[in-house]
């Protein structure tokens, strides 16, 4: 099977601007989540989606949103950018249902704002 | 709320010789613990869980852990380690009565860096 996918791999963008980040699962996989990775404040939990709708989201503000299609493929979306939000964003897939099914991680996007 | 800790921000090992990475966590209810494994500029890699059973866990490339409820410990161990095990590790706590609700979140430690020498 393929590995989760991410798109962009790279970006570089402009404080102020929004971004728009790609994850496409595990084939089979009905389940997502969003981890900011960065080297001071380490993983931190985004949000997670099961089969369309957000079954958890972490302490992070408005600006950061997310959503999943039918086809499990998910997205999401950093509005009025600011320096702070550069970091690795990595999506995870799991069978989703179950809190004890592990998570497989794609390669991140590394977002760096100007 | 629930939280891992990692004490140790990395370990230095010789090549061959048995290495532990430490994991101590805190929940409300009980635990599924995870270790994964991130080699750089990639993702990270699942490595092994612990749900319920049998307190030591085998998983992928050699390493094991072992759950210890009492002290709230999930420590990642491997008999001999290989230069090829140098890596950032890193370990993780769900809250198995709580998932679905705000604390059922999978939470991470900061991550302990490997450094093996040959």
């Known amino acids: 099977k393929a590995g989760v996918t991410q798109t962009p791999r790279y970006l570089i963008k402009t404080r102020g601007q929004q971004v728009t980040l790609s994850c496409s699962p595990i084939?089979?996989?009905?389940?997502v989540s969003w981890y900011q990775q960065t080297p001071g404040q380490g993983l931190q939990f985004l949000f997670e989606?099961?089969?369309?709708?957000?079954?958890n989201k972490g302490n992070f503000p408005g600006r950061f949103s997310g959503r999943q299609f039918s086809n499990s493929r998910s997205e999401m979306n950093v509005s009025t950018l600011e320096l702070g939000d550069s970091a690795l964003y990595l999506c995870?897939?799991?069978?989703?249902?179950?809190?004890?099914?592990?998570?497989?991680f794609g390669p991140g996007t590394r977002l760096t704002v100007t | 709320a629930q939280s891992v800790a990692q004490p140790e921000d990395q370990v230095n090992v010789a090549e061959g010789n048995p290495l532990t990475v430490k994991c101590t966590y805190s929940?409300?209810?009980?635990?599924?613990l995870f270790w994964y494994v991130q080699y750089p500029n990639r993702g990270l890699q699942f490595l092994l869980k612990?749900?319920?059973?049998?307190?030591l866990v085998k998983g992928s490339y050699g390493f094991e852990a072992e759950f210890n409820k009492s002290q709230t410990s999930f420590h990642l161990k491997k008999p001999s380690a290989l230069v090829s095990d140098s890596a950032l590790y890193f370990c993780?706590?769900?809250?198995?009565?709580?998932?679905?609700?705000?604390?059922?979140?999978?939470?991470f430690g900061k991550g302990t860096k490997l450094s093996v020498k040959p």
């Open positions: 084939s089979g996989h009905r389940s």
């Open positions: 995870a897939s799991s069978l989703g249902g179950s809190p004890s099914y592990e998570q497989y």
């Open positions: 929940v409300s209810g009980n635990p599924y």
């Open positions: 612990y749900i319920t059973g049998d307190n």
């Open positions: 989606y099961f089969s369309e709708t957000q079954r």
């Open positions: 993780a706590v769900r809250d198995r009565e709580n998932y679905g609700g705000s604390q059922g979140n999978l939470i």
